[in-house]
């Protein structure tokens, strides 16, 4: 069994909702082992300036209920410079800090791996409320956003009843369409539009036609953000007058945002956080690191760093030259077979709503 002293705990990249519950499980299950905690403020801003809080039970009392991170967030560049790393990792000798516990995305797995290879064992958290990180079925913050859509979207749809209105709602999702899926299903969406799939804009404004003719009053579309990446800047918003001039239907526009990141987590969100946090811990008092916390098949999951990273770009599609070379032909099997899944869900969900939405 590894023995840490003390070990680190930031949250870095987008903030989400069961971030602080997952800070607190760390902490209690650390405190618990006998393990020293310190919050490393501002991501990995704070372990490059020596810029941490003390961590005690007290600390993290009552914080499973709140939003946003305890210790703050940011992006920081100079991370990813030899310099930044060397002063990193001094600062990890300087305050005897033995292991690192990062709760963020593919980003911070990245800080993560590097830390690991320049002698500080790191584990990963996935925090983000995009759900966009193919290791995990799940991450942290996604249910209470998903949520806080479906509630904006119903507020909505009341206005558009009244009005005989079409809303166009934009919701966040940089390269990922999962938010605006599933609260779009959720929601009774008449049009969906995610960057996963192609978009049929003929056949989507055909579809919300036909729910007008049926007798639809208010009818709500759906667009992730990052169909603006795969066409148009502002996509979503400029397909508000295509919309209108194809059908005659008045037609609004709402991009929810960055208020989709605020907001107690809900019970999914605390729970797969204090269940992730406490793996954590036992997975370093086991000696791994350069982990993920996964949830896979409902199960919190170890995944090597390197294979979640590269498992991500190949579902992006955005492999590079080399990137296979260390892994062994099932390896590599199993992640297109892991990509395929995860798609077909998607498109299978896709199909689904359409099929319903008149
Ligand atoms: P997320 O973790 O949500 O993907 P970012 O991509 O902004 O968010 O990454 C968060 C932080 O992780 C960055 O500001 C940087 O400090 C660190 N990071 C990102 N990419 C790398 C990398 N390639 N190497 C080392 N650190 C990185
Ligand atoms: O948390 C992920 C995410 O919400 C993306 O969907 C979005 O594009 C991005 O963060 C915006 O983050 P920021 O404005 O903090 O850079």
């Known amino acids: 069994m590894a023995k840490y002293r003390k070990i680190g705990i930031l949250s870095s990249g987008g903030d989400a909702p069961g971030m602080n519950a997952a800070i607190r499980a760390v902490t209690r299950k650390a405190l618990a082992e006998g393990i020293e905690v310190v919050g490393i403020l501002e991501g990995y801003n704070g372990l490059i300036n020596g810029n941490f809080t003390e961590l005690d039970t007290h600390a993290v009392s009552n914080i499973i209920t709140h939003g946003g991170t305890i210790l703050y967030s940011s992006r920081c560049p100079e991370f990813k410079t030899e310099e930044g790393m060397a002063k990193a990792i001094k600062t990890c000798e300087d305050n005897q800090i033995d292991a690192i516990v990062a709760i963020g995305g593919d980003g911070t797995f990245r800080g993560a791996t590097d830390l690991t290879n320049h002698g500080i064992p790191s584990i990963g958290i996935p925090g983000t409320i995009d759900n966009d990180i193919t290791a995990t079925e799940y991450t942290i913050g996604f249910d209470t956003a998903m949520n806080t859509v479906l509630q904006l979207i119903d507020y909505l749809r009341e206005t558009c009843e009244s009005h005989a209105r079409c809303n166009i709602v934009e919701v966040m999702g940089r390269d990922c369409g999962m938010i605006a899926l599933y609260a779009g299903i959720s929601a009774g969406a008449v049009i969906i539009a995610i960057p996963e799939v192609p978009f049929d804009e003929e056949f989507a404004i055909d579809k919300l036609k036909k729910a007008r003719a049926n007798g639809k009053r208010g009818l709500i ?44 987590p809900t019970l999914r969100d605390r729970l797969t956080a204090t269940n992730m946090g ?36 190949m579902y992006k599609g955005k492999i590079q030259e080399g990137d296979l070379d260390n892994f062994s032909p099932d390896a590599i099997a199993e992640m297109k077979s892991t990509c395929a899944f995860r798609q ?9 709503s359409y099929e319903i939405c008149e």
Request: net charge neutral; proline share 0%.
């Open 221 to 264: 579309a759906v667009f992730a953000e990052g169909m603006s990446a795969n066409h148009d800047h502002e996509y979503s918003e400029k397909f508000v007058e295509k919309l209108q001039n194809a059908t005659g239907i008045d037609t609004r526009f709402a991009r929810l945002g960055h208020v989709v990141r605020g907001g107690s």
């Open 278 to 313: 406490t793996a954590a811990v036992s997975c370093l008092l086991e000696g791994k690191s350069n982990v993920v916390m996964c949830m896979q098949g409902g199960k919190v999951t170890a995944v090597d760093i390197n294979y979640a990273l590269i498992l991500d770009r």
């Open 344 to 352: 077909a869900k998607i498109e299978n969900l896709y199909k689904m």
